[in-house]
């Protein structure tokens, strides 16, 4: 019984411990201000940089660059990032491509390797189903060897939860990957009107939902412990 206790005990705390992200790119908890286009396309707001601390922003600075690309002259986007959300709001006739980049605000990230902590690809988190078709592009690039490793996915209408998952195994030149120092994400309507809200970048080891996070699979330890330390109880009556 005892070899018992102890096993459970040290799973518990195995699977408490540490978290399923190894990296976040972005949680999007420090704010910036609103970026406002109007019509006609086309039209750009660029080089919009907002720092943070690099526990939430990778590198220290996130730049945000807006693009409409087709629209009509009552077209209009709004792209901020408020209460922990990257907001995109296209009216009804706008056709929009967001580019946020993280290097460091141009210093680079100091030959990052994405694989930290095990991880085999990023996780995006949108809190709400895609209510519209959306391309998704990560370009993750090495100044030292001139090289960028890229993917590029198109999500359908609906997409949610663990669709947004970028293997690195998928990626174009993966060396790349683990000495970045540029990260960059694009996010291009395929048609007019999106509205999208985005919470969370970071790289994980598998997508959100294929196991149970680590802090769940703790409790689940402490679980078995309870039992366990129950029906010794019993047994001593």
């Known amino acids: 019984m ?4 102890v096993l459970v005990s040290a799973l518990a705390g195995l699977f408490s411990a540490g978290s399923a992200n190894a990296l976040i790119i972005d949680d999007f908890s420090v704010s910036q201000s609103n ?9 750009s707001s660029l080089g919009n940089i907002q720092t943070g ?3 939430s922003i990778v590198g220290g600075a996130r730049q945000s660059d807006v693009h409409l690309y087709a629209g009509n002259a009552s077209a209009d986007v709004n792209v901020r990032v408020i209460a922990g959300l990257l907001d995109i709001n296209d009216s009804v006739s706008a056709a ?6 993280w290097d460091g605000n141009g210093l680079g990230l100091g030959d990052l390797n994405m694989y930290s902590g ?5 996780y995006l988190g949108f809190p709400t189903a895609m209510d519209h078709a959306l391309l998704l592009t990560f370009d993750i690039s ?8 890229s993917l590029s996915k198109t999500f359908p209408t609906g997409s949610q939860g663990d669709d947004f998952f970028f293997a690195f195994s998928d990626f174009t030149n993966l060396m790349a990957i683990s000495s970045a120092d ?5 996010l291009k309507s395929t048609t007019p009107g ?5 919470d969370l970048i970071e790289t994980r080891n598998v997508p959100s939902g294929s196991v149970p996070e680590p802090a769940t699979m703790g409790l689940l330890g402490l679980g078995l412990l309870g039992m366990v330390a129950m029906r010794r109880k019993s047994k001593t009556k």
């Open 2 to 5: 005892k070899k018992q206790l």
């Open 35 to 43: 970026i406002y286009i109007t019509g006609p396309a086309p039209k």
């Open 53 to 55: 601390a690099t526990g």
């Open 96 to 101: 929009t491509e967001v580019m946020l980049t």
């Open 118 to 122: 095990g991880s085999t690809g990023i």
């Open 142 to 149: 090495d100044f030292g060897s001139a090289t960028t490793a």
């Open 182 to 186: 540029s990260i960059r994400m694009t």
């Open 194 to 198: 999106l509205d999208a809200n985005l």
